[in-house]
Antibody
Framework: QLQLQESGPGLVKPSETLSLICGVS??????????WGWIRQPPGKGLEWIGS???????YSNPSLKSRVTMTIDTSKHQFSLHLRSVTAADTAHYYC???????????????WGQGTMVTVSS | QSALTQPASVSGSPGQSITISCTGT?????????VSWYQHNLGKAPKLMIY???KRPSWVSARFSGSKSGYTASLTISGLQAEDEAHYYC????????FGGGTKLTVL
């Protein structure tokens, strides 16, 4: 059964870079049938898509975050990463990683999710 | 791109049916029918309930159904149960991924 697990620091200082890793257990990680994505939920607010990456390391980001987001993938370690630069308090949120099914080349459904990790931006 | 519009809250009694709407624009939905719905309880991972407007994953009860008309998608839950109480989010893809603002479902 596929499982995803987020890891990373729970506290990041303003202006620094937030870096998270999503570890993936299961045999679908290298298959081209999926994207691997990041979603966040600020306290008291709704879900927001951050970005997604495919097995060839091509990534797609939310236009509102694009200038600050980098994503990487390491298929040998079965993990992918999010790097969000120049964080502010507005980036405080629960961060989730998820597997995304693909329809053609389009994002279809987020079908498997990690439990999430809380990241607070504060000095 | 703003979030898709959902009612902040809906409620219903056990056994009743409720519908949650999700409204956007042509740029939010495009020509795709890639609308999905997620159930989310605080402290837990969101759970896929509906994909491609009206398809149900194997783990989802037939009480859950989805539809779309124009630029409004809908999630209907029939035979409401206490365990259905949660937040529900719609999601659409039209060149980018956009979520709805979320709806809190209360089972009275």
């Amino acid at each position: 059964q596929l499982q995803l697990q987020e890891s990373g620091p729970g506290l990041v200082k303003p202006s620094e870079t937030l870096s998270l890793i999503c570890g993936v257990s299961g045999d679908s990680f290298t298959r081209r049938a999926y994207y691997w994505g990041w979603i966040r939920q600020p306290p008291g607010k709704g879900l927001e898509w951050i970005g997604s990456i495919d097995s060839s390391a091509t990534y797609y980001s939310n236009p509102s975050l694009k200038s600050r987001v980098t994503m990487t993938i390491d298929t040998s370690k079965h993990q992918f990463s999010l790097h969000l630069r120049s964080v502010t308090a507005a980036d405080t949120a629960h961060y989730y990683c998820a597997r995304i099914t693909i329809y053609g080349v389009a994002h279809d459904a987020f079908d498997v999710w990690g439990q999430g990790t809380m990241v607070t931006v504060s000095s | 791109q703003s979030a898709l519009t959902q009612p902040a809250s809906v409620s219903g009694s056990p056994g009743q049916s409720i519908t949650i709407s999700c409204t956007g624009t042509s740029s939010d939905f495009g020509t795709y029918n890639l609308v999905s719905w997620y159930q989310h309880n605080l402290g837990k991972a969101p759970k896929l309930m509906i994909y491609e407007v009206n398809k149900r994953p194997s783990w989802v009860s037939a009480r859950f159904s989805g539809s779309k008309s124009g630029y409004t998608a809908s999630l209907t839950i029939s035979g409401l149960q206490a365990e259905d109480e949660a937040h529900y989010y719609c999601c659409s893809y039209a060149g980018s991924v956009i979520f709805g603002g979320g709806t809190k479902l209360t089972v009275l």
